[in-house]
């Protein structure tokens, strides 16, 4: 939207006179109306909730069973679903991303916890599993990322689904803030997850709508994904706009009039960031340290 960071200096709202799409001057009919349009467009529709929600309990419980048959029911922590599904917040349009964690008891070594979760995530997503629920096209590999898990893609009633079983750590939030477990120092990844799912179930509660909107503008805008290549938002710090700025078009009045060096959601940024969104979960992590400013 920025067509550079000299332009970004010298004005502060993003477009100017019949182009402006939102500024200081209050709310704008522009952004009201393509408001309506957008979230008739990002509704989401009760028949895919229940074949959504169907899968989400189906896979918990042959997780649970995997975990009795191999007999490590004492090493977990608790199987729960994750991300945006969980949290109300996924569009529509881009399918069905159902990310079921394995979280393990602290004590069991990263080793086994990959080793172990990895074997569940096999057990319950195999070929065999999914002629017996009517999954079609079945495909499933194991992934590699800070360690092993499994994932599988399939069409269930009408609908294409994604599935992943991830295996990771119980970590209470002082251990996540403060970086450290019994005196060691220790790296923070995917064990934030079930601490931010949590803490957003109750933030967004009836402004899971004004998440979907800003996804989609996001995503229509050439702004959404925070891979590596893309450098944009992530589906979660979408959220975290939200819980901090209230609505989509708070959130577009903000990036209207924002300054170089803004800060969302703490007193304290990294120094150079064209500005800087704070996990609530982990007040140690901005969420845009690997955001392109050309974005």
């Known amino acids: 939207m920025l067509e550079s960071e000299e332009v970004f200096d010298e004005q502060d709202h993003i477009r100017d006179n019949d182009g402006k799409f939102t500024d200081k001057s209050g709310e704008n009919p522009k952004v009201k109306e393509f408001k309506e349009t957008l979230k008739k467009h990002v509704e989401p529709k009760p028949e895919v909730q229940a074949i959504q929600k169907d899968i989400s309990d189906n896979t918990k419980n042959m997780v649970w069973k995997a975990i009795d048959d191999l007999g490590i029911r004492n090493k977990i922590q608790d199987v729960a679903m994750q991300g945006s599904f969980e949290k109300g917040t996924d569009l529509p349009s881009s399918g069905s991303d159902l990310d079921l964690f394995v979280i393990f008891k602290t004590n069991i070594s990263e080793e086994e916890r990959n080793m172990l979760g990895l074997k569940v995530g096999n057990m319950v997503l195999n070929k065999e599993n999914a002629m017996n629920n009517g999954w079609g096209n079945f495909k499933a590999e194991d992934i590699t990322a800070t360690g092993k898990y ?21 970590l209470t939030l002082d251990q996540i803030k403060n970086r450290e477990l019994n ?19 109750v933030a967004l509660k009836g402004k899971e709508h004004e998440v979907r909107m800003l996804k989609q503008f996001m995503k229509d805008t050439g702004l959404y994904d925070s891979s590596m290549k893309s450098q944009g938002f992530s589906g979660y710090s979408a959220e975290v706009l939200i819980h901090n700025k209230g609505s989509f078009e708070d959130t577009l009045n903000f990036f209207a009039n924002m300054k170089k060096g803004d800060i969302v959601g703490g007193e304290k940024g990294y120094e150079g960031n064209i500005f800087s969104l704070i ?17």
Not at 158 to 170: A, D, N, Y
Not at 187 to 197: A, D, V
Not at 279 to 295: C, Q, V
């Open 150 to 170: 499994r994932e599988s893609h399939f069409n269930h009633k009408g609908l294409q689904l994604e599935i992943q079983i991830v295996p990771t750590r119980h």
């Open 183 to 201: 005196g060691q120092s220790i790296n923070i990844g995917m064990e934030r997850t079930p601490h931010q799912t949590a803490f957003m179930k």
């Open 279 to 295: 996990d609530p979960i982990d007040p140690n992590r901005d969420l845009i340290s690997a955001f392109s400013p050309l974005k």
